[in-house]
């Protein structure tokens, strides 16, 4: 049988993300810090944008500093600060210094080489934007990292050159934790030496600071920051040893391996605390980012909710219109410059829409959180109503996805203190009351956190034991899903809560 081809013309309709609509939808996602790089970086491609500061000035404009103040009286106290009105000699004579030279104004023109001087220091960074400019950020002084500060030690305690070689070869193979992570056969083979000398020299390195450094596990880190101490009894080697026993409570078989009463034993792990488990994190260590709110909500008249965007974290990008007219009127442009800056007004223009969309976003979403969580922000935590992300999003008339992106690294600063905006959607759990009814999980594992904080040694609540105090608030919950609750806020069993507030009970009672 013959087979025939044929074409045909068939007219559909599909739904196509162009790259704008695309990067619009992730503009709705981006948090403050990430939203104002893709600004900056979207200046300085296209000439007709603009980065507006808060004071309504361009951020490109230089903004001259107000003088300093002349008050008189400041004057006076301020011209003597280097002299002594008790009848002792003058700092100036005490030390070598003429202060009235110091600070001459006509020091500079006095010096035969101070316009050399002068263009020497304009040629350096930030000496060109002005006399009175300063800029603190050039003289704040690097954090040192833990490579460097073991670098700096291995110079002083090691004399042989090769051994100091060797031991800052070494120090590449430390973690972020600072522990040792090579092994001493591969190293050894790789450099050509003996492996006993890796293992010296490893034992040399243990002594340097941080305590506890160079170590191969949590027992040997520590150890040695007990050694150092000269902590390292036998009671607390057998400590080290058994600390897993240390992470279960298990109390009376510490006191029957260490060999000492329970008050011995509640100090040696008030001791244990005290040490570092990850010396090298230290260096490392980031102070945390604060966080600009998106959404402030404050307390208006009649119990209403006042929500509004934080000026602070709205980008004020303007358009350069003049700019552009410049350019227009200016036969001399090509047909290509042209088009150019017709590009950069369409993307300058799809950005300002953009931006302003999102806020418009945020607000309605943030809007609609408040109004369903209304009782939340009156009453507390006790009070959280459960919500999806489907709820909010058929309130406002979104789709689910867009409220996805909006509460992404999103934050809401209300009275009842600083929410990323997920923290208002959880699950529901459905009550044991007649006439139904829900419960947030958030709420829920607020109230267990509650009861096991209210605890006593004499009276420590098992997991059947909350499932019961929670029915009577009309929670209905399994016992499993009480444990999985109180393991995931990082609560122990009973067993073992009981174990550490009888011993702490008897440590405050002796």
Known sequence: MALSASLFLRQNQSLVMTPQLMQSIQLLQMPYMELMQFIASEVEK???????????????EEVTPEPFSTDETA???????????????ALSEQLDSNYNDAFNENAANERPDAPELLDQWKSMPGGARGEDHVDLDEFVAGQLCLRDHLNEQIALLIRDASDRAIATYLVDHLDEAGYFRGDNEEIAGRIGVAAERIATLLEQLKKLD???????????????????KDRLDPAMAALIDHLDLAARRDFAKLKKLCGVDENDLIDMLRELRTLNPKPGSTFGYQPPEAVLPDVIVSAGKQGVWQVELNADTLPRVLVNRSYLSQVKANKGVSEADRTFMNTCL??????????DQRARTILKVATEIVRQQDAFLKHGVD???????????EAIDMHESTVSRVTSNKFMLTPRGLFELKYFFSVSIATSNADGGTHSAESVRHRIRQLITAETPESVLSDDDIVSALRQDGIALARRTVAKYREAMGIPSSVQRRREKRAMARAAEA
């Open 46 to 60: 296209n000439p007709l944008l603009e980065i507006e500061s808060s004071e309504g000035r361009s951020l490109e």
């Open 75 to 89: 004057t006076e106290t301020g011209a003597d600060w280097f002299s002594d009105d008790a009848g002792q000699p």
């Open 210 to 228: 941080p305590p506890g450094i160079f170590a191969r596990t949590l027992n040997e880190c520590l150890r040695e920051q007990l050694h150092q």
């Open 346 to 355: 369409q993307n300058a223009n799809w950005l300002t829409r953009s931006l």
């Open 383 to 393: 009070h959280l109503r459960p919500l999806t992300l489907k709820t909010v999003a």
